[in-house]
């Protein structure tokens, strides 16, 4: 499930501002308008004094002997050690232009908002290993998605965002969240003649 997101501005005008922020913090990796990966740098946001603050995290959480933790459902995300006190006291937003999903037959798809407006993926962050990193929840897919693929990232509108971040109460409601219809397009290059 959504082992790759992207994070563009010329897909997305509105992630300008992150990146703009962020740039204005630290040295900034020029990433491409391409997917970002499991273990890449990415853009989160996090509560701030006054308003939403950018950082970069990792995507994932380390698993000594086995690929990073990039994942948490939603279902279970307050039962399980691994994210537990993340989901209580360390919440997060990814924002995205789009999310990836491969369907039965491997073939990749595009997911996006209809009116090319940013994704905010829920998320949990820790302190792992010695870097910040984050894990994407997710839930069960929507229409849109499910045809594809039966798991999508856990999407909140703008207006969750602050709950999300601040309300501790709000978390087990806001985990059931209605998802929105989104665009699919393949997204792996290939003709689709039918």
């Known amino acids: 499930m959504c082992g790759r997101f992207q994070f563009s501005v010329t897909q997305c005008p509105a992630l300008q501002s992150i990146r703009s922020r962020l740039a204005q913090q630290q040295a ?4 491409p308008d391409d997917q970002i990966a499991p273990s890449d740098r990415a853009p989160v946001l996090l509560a701030g004094a006054m308003e939403l603050t950018p950082a970069l995290m990792t995507w994932g959480f380390p698993w000594p002997g086995r690929q990073p933790v990039i994942h948490a459902r939603a279902e279970t995300l307050l039962e399980r050690p691994m994210f537990r006190d993340a989901a209580v006291q360390r919440r997060c937003i990814v924002p995205a232009s789009a999310f990836y999903e491969r369907d039965h037959a491997r073939q990749q798809f595009r997911f996006a908002l209809q009116d090319r407006q940013p994704l905010y993926m829920a998320a ?3 302190k792992r290993g010695g870097m910040d990193c984050f894990c994407i929840i997710t839930t069960e897919a929507n229409d849109s998605v499910r045809p594809t693929h039966g798991r999508m990232p856990l999407l909140l509108p703008p207006e ?3 709950p999300w971040l601040l309300d501790s109460a709000a978390v087990k409601a806001l985990l059931h969240t209605k998802q929105p219809p989104l665009d699919s397009t393949r997204a792996d290059g290939q003709l689709q003649l039918w």
């Not at 900034?28 to 990433?31: G, N, Q, R, V």
């Open 28 to 31: 900034l990796p020029c990433w």
């Open 124 to 126: 949990v962050w820790d």
């Open 160 to 162: 969750q965002l602050e």
